[in-house]
């Protein structure tokens, strides 16, 4: 288990999905290592972790297309 509880980790992922930050995982990797590195600690996919949190992998990875980084 990660450091963080799972409640403290989603959220922190909703807290930046309503400041409209790119929730990709290279993105957070780069930007918020200890995040990344909690959420996978949790869960062994990234996307698994979105899901986990209530909000749509697919959309974030789309989201690059649309959104700068």
Do not use: C, Q
């Not at 929730?23 to 990344?36: E, K, Q, R, S, W």
């Not at 600690?41 to 649309?66: C, I, N």
């Amino acid at each position: 288990m990660g450091y963080w509880p799972k409640e403290s980790l989603f959220e922190e992922l909703l807290r930046l999905d309503s400041l409209d930050i790119f929730l990709a995982p290279d993105y957070i990797a780069i930007n918020d290592p200890p995040l990344h590195h909690e959420a996978l600690m949790h869960f062994p996919h990234w996307g698994d972790t979105l899901k986990a949190a209530g909000l749509d992998y697919e959309s974030e990875l789309k989201a690059r297309l649309v959104r700068p980084v």
